[in-house]
């Protein structure tokens, strides 16, 4: 019996500690998975960074392949060279706190390196600092990801993916989250 109570006790802590993890882990970023949106077109809850202004510019919605759901973004080359970009809405952050950005990349065999930025943004949304990690390229889905803490001045974050102009190719992204780790 006291064995028994002392299973029953850490399966207890076992769960509770899982609940707790669960609740720190909420993921800010809206339409993470790339489910909402046009196919072809523009995923809900994202705008265009720099030169990705529009549709057909270099990034879209696709069924090809998916990490989870049926949707991923896809980042191809468009007709000319540019850099492409995608921002997540801004969320409320606070400074101090720490911050970890993540999206998953699948990269076609011959393609470029993939970006992914976090980035903290004032009460005027203007930039405040961002930091970014580079992909591996492998032809799995590649975690990405970055952590960081919010520097004074944050009123918001938000994350990027990105690719510089001169990173060619085919690249998939799926699964993007920022969580406040601490
Ligand atoms: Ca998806």
Do not use: C
Request: no cysteine; proline share 4%.
């Amino acid at each position: 019996m006291k064995r028994l109570h002392r299973v029953l006790f850490i399966t207890l802590i076992g769960v509770l500690l899982i609940s707790s993890t669960v609740l720190a882990a909420e993921n800010l970023v809206a339409n993470p998975s790339f489910e909402e949106g046009e196919a072809e077109g523009w995923p809900v809850g994202y705008a265009g960074f720099q030169a990705l202004k529009s549709y057909g510019d270099g990034a879209m919605l696709v069924k090809d392949f998916a990490r989870t759901g049926s949707w991923s973004l896809k980042f191809y080359n468009p007709s000319e060279d540019v850099a492409l970009g995608l921002v997540s809405l801004p969320v409320s952050a606070e400074a101090g706190k720490t911050y970890k950005a993540s999206a998953y990349v699948l990269t076609e065999p011959g393609s470029g390196k993939a970006s992914l930025y976090i980035e903290f943004l004032n009460e005027k949304k203007a930039r405040v600092s961002a930091t970014w990690v580079q992909s591996q390229s492998t032809d799995t889905w590649e975690l990405l990801e970055i952590t960081e803490k919010a520097p004074e001045g944050t009123a918001y974050v938000g994350l990027i993916i990105y690719r510089p102009k001169t990173q060619k190719g085919v690249h998939y992204y799926d699964d993007l989250s920022i969580v406040v780790v601490q």
